[in-house]
C-alpha cells in the first residue's frame, strides 16, 4: 500500500515538473476541513512545507465537519480532513470518500469561567459535568453547528441523559459559528463552552475562561482524511488530492504534525496507520 501510495505521489510530481513555467497557473487542491485545524494554526504550519515540496497549492475551506463532509457530496472539495468518525464513516459507506486514514488526535476540553457556578472545576468525569451545568442551569455556548465538536458536545449530553434543548434561549446557547467565534461568546458571557485542546491553546481572548474539566477518556477526538470519490465526481482531481493524502500520513507529514507546538504544548499527536 505504501508503494502505491509513493507511485501515485511520484506521478503527480512528475506530472508537474512538465508543465511550462512561464504563464503557468499553480496547480492547486480544494480541501473541506474543519475550524480546528485552521483556527488552531495547523495549517499555516503544515501547508507551507507540502506546497513547497510538491508545488501544490492547498485551498482550504473551514467549517463544521457536518459542513465539510457535505462539500464532499456535492464534490465542491477534493480532500475532506475532518474529525467526526461516525460521520466519516457514513461518507464512506455512501459511496463519497475513497478510503478514510487516520491522521492525528488530541483531546476535547471544557472551559468555564474561574467563578465555576456549577462546581466542576477540576473534574475528570465530563458526564457528571455536564449533569451539574443543567442542574445549576448555569450559561453554557455551543457551537450549534453540525460541526465534528458540536456533534461530539451532543453525544455527551445524550449519555448524560439531558437535551439541552429544553434550556436553549435560556442557560444553552448556540452560536451556529465555529469553535473561535464560540469561545469568544462564552468568554463574554463568562459560559461553559467544550472545544477542541487545539483551538484552546491558540485562543487568546479568554477573560475568565480556564480549563475546568479535562482528562476524561470519553474526551478523545480523533482526526481522518479522505479523497472525495472520483466515481462520483469526475472532476475531482484524483492524483493531486491523492498525493496530498499520502503525503500527511507520510512519515515526513505526520513530522510535521507532531513538530507544531504553542510554546511547549504540542496540539496535535499523529497516529496514521501506513
Same mark, same amino acid.
Given at each position: 500500500?505504501?508503494?502505491?501510495?509513493?507511485?501515485?505521489?511520484?506521478?503527480?510530481?512528475?506530472?508537474?515538473?512538465?508543465?511550462?513555467?512561464?504563464?503557468?497557473?499553480?496547480?492547486?487542491?480544494?480541501?473541506?476541513?474543519?475550524?480546528?485545524?485552521?483556527?488552531?494554526?495547523?495549517?499555516?504550519?503544515?501547508?507551507?512545507?507540502?506546497?513547497?515540496?510538491?508545488?501544490?497549492?492547498?485551498?482550504?475551506?473551514?467549517?463544521?465537519? =457536518?459542513?465539510? %463532509?457535505?462539500?464532499?457530496? @456535492? /464534490? $465542491?472539495?477534493? &480532500? +475532506?480532513?475532518?474529525? #467526526? *468518525?461516525?460521520?466519516?464513516?457514513?461518507?464512506?459507506?455512501?459511496?463519497?470518500?475513497?478510503?478514510?486514514?487516520?491522521?492525528?488526535?488530541?483531546?476535547?476540553?471544557?472551559?468555564?469561567?474561574?467563578?465555576?457556578?456549577?462546581?466542576?472545576?477540576?473534574?475528570?468525569?465530563?458526564?457528571?459535568?455536564?449533569?451539574?451545568?443543567?442542574?445549576?442551569?448555569?450559561?453554557?455556548?455551543?457551537?450549534?453547528?453540525?460541526?465534528?465538536?458540536?456533534?461530539?458536545?451532543?453525544?455527551?449530553?445524550?449519555?448524560?441523559?439531558?437535551?439541552?434543548?429544553?434550556?436553549?434561549?435560556?442557560?444553552?446557547?448556540?452560536?451556529?459559528?465555529?469553535?473561535?467565534?464560540?469561545?469568544?461568546?462564552?468568554?463574554?458571557?463568562?459560559?461553559?463552552?467544550?472545544?477542541?485542546? =487545539?483551538?484552546? %491553546?491558540?485562543?487568546?481572548? @479568554? /477573560? $475568565?475562561?480556564? &480549563? +475546568?474539566?479535562?482528562? #476524561? *477518556?470519553?474526551?478523545?477526538?480523533?482526526?481522518?482524511?479522505?479523497?472525495?470519490?472520483?466515481?462520483?465526481?469526475?472532476?475531482?482531481?484524483?492524483?493531486?488530492?491523492?498525493?496530498?493524502?499520502?503525503?500527511?500520513?507520510?512519515?515526513?507529514?505526520?513530522?510535521?504534525?507532531?513538530?507544531?507546538?504553542?510554546?511547549?504544548?504540542?496540539?496535535?499527536?499523529?497516529?496514521?496507520?501506513?
Amino acid at each position: 500500500m505504501a508503494v502505491m501510495r509513493s507511485a501515485v505521489l511520484a506521478f503527480a510530481l512528475s506530472g508537474l515538473l512538465q508543465l511550462p513555467m512561464a504563464g503557468a497557473q499553480q496547480p492547486f487542491i480544494t480541501v473541506a476541513s474543519t475550524t480546528s485545524t485552521e483556527q488552531s494554526g495547523l495549517f499555516k504550519h503544515l501547508l507551507p512545507v507540502f506546497e513547497k515540496k510538491t508545488g501544490i497549492r492547498v485551498r482550504v475551506v473551514a467549517q463544521g465537519t =457536518g459542513q465539510a %463532509l457535505d462539500m464532499g457530496r @456535492r /464534490g $465542491d472539495a477534493d &480532500v +475532506v480532513f475532518v474529525h #467526526d *468518525r461516525v460521520a466519516e464513516e457514513k461518507f464512506l459507506a455512501e459511496g463519497f470518500g475513497v478510503q478514510r486514514f487516520e491522521v492525528m488526535y488530541n483531546d476535547f476540553v471544557l472551559v468555564g469561567p474561574k467563578s465555576d457556578p456549577a462546581k466542576i472545576a477540576g473534574g475528570r468525569n465530563i458526564i457528571e459535568a455536564y449533569k451539574k451545568i443543567a442542574a445549576a442551569a448555569a450559561p453554557f455556548a455551543s457551537r450549534g453547528d453540525k460541526s465534528g465538536t458540536h456533534a461530539a458536545e451532543l453525544r455527551l449530553w445524550k449519555m448524560a441523559g439531558i437535551d439541552p434543548q429544553t434550556g436553549k434561549g435560556g442557560w444553552y446557547r448556540e452560536t451556529g459559528s465555529g469553535m473561535g467565534p464560540t469561545l469568544n461568546t462564552a468568554s463574554a458571557m463568562n459560559a461553559y463552552a467544550f472545544t477542541d485542546r =487545539g483551538t484552546w %491553546l491558540s485562543f487568546r481572548n @479568554r /477573560g $475568565d475562561l480556564v &480549563v +475546568v474539566v479535562e482528562g #476524561d *477518556r470519553q474526551l478523545f477526538n480523533q482526526y481522518g482524511i479522505m479523497l472525495v470519490n472520483p466515481a462520483k465526481h469526475p472532476h475531482v482531481k484524483k492524483d493531486l488530492g491523492q498525493a496530498f493524502v499520502d503525503w500527511v500520513i507520510s512519515a515526513e507529514g505526520q513530522k510535521v504534525i507532531a513538530d507544531y507546538k504553542i510554546g511547549t504544548d504540542q496540539l496535535f499527536f499523529p497516529n496514521a496507520k501506513r
